[in-house]
């Protein structure tokens, strides 16, 4: 069974301060992708990122970075200089590859609330 | 213009009633979701539907039927409703199969569903 866990419940900073969110999976599958979801105060579920497995490159999209490493079985989400408008929930989820008999369905961690104050 | 859509966004209703909450998606996607999210915000998949087969059916009450009149539709059925479905509903779609199939969900804006 695959499970994703967000040890992190509730997370408060600074304006400006970097900040990382924990994202620990379990799956049997060898091939498996992992996301990451926003969801702001608004409610909505806002896509970030999609890792392969097979890719452990890490990634950087202006503020935001990745840490995927498949030896520890952790996905990981830094946000540098963060900003009020960072404060959300985030979600980390993982999904077997496409083909598999779920159909891509998303296993969700626990989320964490990142609260960020001026 | 918006890629997956959920009507209605907010309903209250009584223990009891019987309610329908829909879901279209104009991305050309062959695979929709549905998700709950409880109070204190865990996310749950509850059923699946790709090209209008049922796929996955999550331990969910047969109070809840999903519907996929086509790929772009599915929406969701609740009988009798309890207090304990309150809770927000996330529609959800996926190109899963084929050469363009990349598995990124896309959500909808969730409907907010008050038993009372």
């Known amino acids: 069974a695959q499970k994703v866990t967000q040890a992190q419940t509730e997370i408060s900073v600074v304006e400006k301060e970097d900040v990382t969110l924990d994202c620990v999976y379990e799956?049997?599958?060898?091939?498996?992708?992992l996301f990451w979801y926003k969801q702001p105060p608004s409610g909505e579920l806002v896509f970030l990122i999609r890792?392969?497995?097979?890719?452990?490159q890490n990634e950087i999209s202006g503020r935001y970075s990745w840490n995927f490493q498949k030896s520890t079985s952790s996905f990981n989400f830094t946000i540098t200089a963060s900003q009020v408008v960072d404060s959300a929930v985030y979600f980390c989820?993982?999904?077997?590859?496409?083909?598999?008999?779920?159909?891509?369905?998303?296993?969700f961690g626990q989320g964490t609330i990142l609260t960020v104050h001026p | 213009d918006t890629a997956v859509s959920q009507t209605p966004k907010y309903l209250v209703t009584q223990m009891g009633n019987d309610k329908s909450i829909k879901c279209e998606q104009n991305?050309?996607?062959?695979?929709m979701y549905w998700y709950k999210q409880d109070s204190k915000k865990f996310l749950k998949i509850m059923f699946s539907?790709?090209?209008?087969?049922?796929?996955i059916n999550e331990t969910v009450p047969n109070r809840f039927s999903p519907k996929s009149p086509d790929k772009a539709h599915l929406n969701l059925h609740i009988n009798s409703l309890e207090l304990g479905d309150s809770a927000v509903y996330f529609c959800?779609?996926?190109?899963?199969?084929?050469?363009?199939?990349?598995?990124?969900?896309?959500f909808g804006p969730g409907t907010r569903l008050t038993v009372l």
């Open positions: 890792r392969n497995s097979f890719d452990e």
């Open positions: 991305l050309g996607h062959d695979t």
């Open positions: 989820a993982l999904s077997e590859a496409i083909g598999g008999t779920s159909y891509g369905k998303l296993t």
């Open positions: 959800a779609s996926s190109q899963v199969s084929g050469l363009a199939g990349r598995n990124e969900q896309f």
């Open positions: 799956t049997r599958d060898t091939t498996y992708y």
């Open positions: 539907y790709n090209n209008k087969e049922l796929i």
